[in-house]
């Protein structure tokens, strides 16, 4: 039986990418500051540690892996990342998470590591066209991420690849672009678009109006969940380090991706664009390169992928209005 270690087991996508493991037979241990917040999370055993604590890493490796998964990391939706106000938090706990999952992992002889970047680490200077991004792998440099987050990713990037050089270890490295669906964070701030414009739609009486950051007309792509873990599996089984993208190409302005929303809720409402945080003006994932490398696309469509996770959240607002 192959063993795995998913750091960020507590997350959105840690907790899905868990239950894909133990579905194909793995031994799981989760480790995070947190227990996933909607139980999706079927691992064997589950740490509550800091990874940005090198004796939480070392102790999470103990008995050794066959596969690390590390998607921990201090992040959130435009609202935490955007402002300003996080960035110190952002760098200094994500890098030291890496850090250290990177030292523990080369001491403990460890046999693949997956690392999940962002497509924030792209240039700003290639998306403030928001029909014709550029976002191939091959445009990261010269580097103008628009915000430490992005910053703090192509660091680590560069730090994967340094290990991997120097120390032996096996990398896999993939730059999510926009990952939805059921069982992630749909309130409080740090929740990511899709869910809080599902949040906003559920919650909003037909005849009034929901709040929409910027002009709407900033595009971006989004990729259901089961998409995304089918990528990370395929990429972690090839022999392809990467890094590559793994998200949709079917890109969408923000006040159409709203406009779906208030559709597929069959509601009558009707779009307020207001000043707020919205990164880049366009932004969409080529996936030539991991369609050349491992055969990978998307299976569901946006639309699909949105029903589901409107069908989710929408019961998250029922339940919280009952509580």
């Not at 596969?67 to 760098?91: C, K, P």
């Not at 779009?271 to 998307?298: A, M």
Request: glycine content about 10%; charged content about 20%.
């Amino acid at each position: 039986m192959k063993k795995a270690l998913v750091c960020g087991a507590g997350g959105f996508i840690g907790g899905h990418l868990v239950n894909r493991l133990k579905s194909e037979g793995y031994w799981v241990r989760g480790v995070d500051l947190k227990q996933n917040e909607f139980g999706n999370n079927q691992a064997d055993e589950f740490i509550i540690g800091d990874l940005t604590l090198l004796n939480v890493a070392m102790n999470a490796l103990e008995g050794g892996f066959d596969e690390v998964y590390q998607l921990a990391a201090d992040m959130g939706g435009a609202g935490y990342i955007f402002t300003g106000f996080n960035d110190a938090s952002v760098m200094h706990n994500s890098a030291l998470c890496n850090l250290n999952i990177l030292e523990a992992s080369a001491n403990a002889g460890v046999g693949k590591i997956f690392y999940s970047s962002s497509a924030c680490m792209y240039p700003e200077y290639n998306q403030l066209d928001p029909e014709n991004p550029k976002c191939s792998e091959d445009s990261a440099y010269p580097a103008a991420p628009d915000s430490e987050y992005g910053w703090e990713k192509l660091f680590s990037e560069r730090l994967y690849l340094a290990y991997q050089r120097n120390r032996g270890l096996d990398v896999r490295i993939a730059r999510f672009h926009n990952i939805f669906g059921p069982c992630g964070t749909w309130q409080g701030g740090k929740e990511k678009a899709p869910a809080a414009m599902c949040r906003k739609v559920a919650e909003a009486t037909d005849g009034t109006f929901i709040e929409v950051w910027g002009d709407g007309k900033q595009t971006r792509s989004f990729l259901y969940i089961d998409d995304c873990i089918d990528a990370i599996r395929a990429l972690v089984k090839s022999d392809f380090s990467g890094p590559v993208n793994i998200g949709s190409e079917e890109m969408i302005s923000i006040n159409d991706f709203a406009q779906m929303v208030i559709d597929i809720a069959n509601k009558k409402l009707t779009i307020n664009n207001i000043t707020g945080p919205q990164g880049v003006r366009g932004r969409n994932s080529d996936n030539s390169l991991i369609f050349k490398k491992l055969g990978w696309k998307p299976s569901l469509t946006l639309r699909q992928g949105m029903e589901l996770t409107y069908k989710w959240v929408s019961k998250q607002v029922a339940i919280s209005v009952t509580a």
